[in-house]
């Protein structure tokens, strides 16, 4: 089992930077893969990006690409998500969740998720 909290989200004016940050509880953190998704209102979820355990391969989604970026701290258990040039369509309720690949392919643990909103 691992739980998640996700924490940092804010209002920032477009073209600013948030960090979020997620800690998970548990001893195996380096096991699992952490990604980050969002959903902003009336929308549906969609993948922001994934770091693998070890933190030597991430991937992120075509609207992000070269203005996020995701980071891990496994000896505290963290997982960090840098947003840099903010735009106003990146407002959304953001997640981190983890999956273990030796289990299951799914996102099968989901943090509460924190609020972004980036003003125009």
């Known amino acids: 089992q691992v739980q998640l909290v996700e924490s940092g989200g804010g209002l920032v004016q477009a073209g600013g930077s948030l960090r979020l940050s997620c800690a998970a509880s548990?001893?195996?953190?380096?096991?699992?893969?952490m990604g980050w998704f969002r959903q902003g209102s009336g929308k549906e979820r969609e993948f922001v990006g994934v770091?693998?355990?070890?933190?030597?391969?991430?991937a992120y989604a075509d609207s992000v690409k070269g203005r996020f970026t995701i980071s891990r701290d496994n000896a505290k258990n963290m997982v960090f998500l840098q947003m840099n040039s903010l735009k106003p369509e990146d407002t959304a309720v953001y997640y981190c969740?983890?999956?273990?690949?030796?289990?299951?392919?799914?996102?099968?643990?989901w943090g509460q998720g924190t609020q972004v909103t980036v003003s125009s």
């Open positions: 770091i693998r355990g070890s933190g030597t391969y991430t």
């Open positions: 969740a983890a999956r273990n690949l030796y289990v299951s392919n799914n996102f099968d643990y």
């Open positions: 548990g001893r195996t953190f380096s096991s699992y893969d």
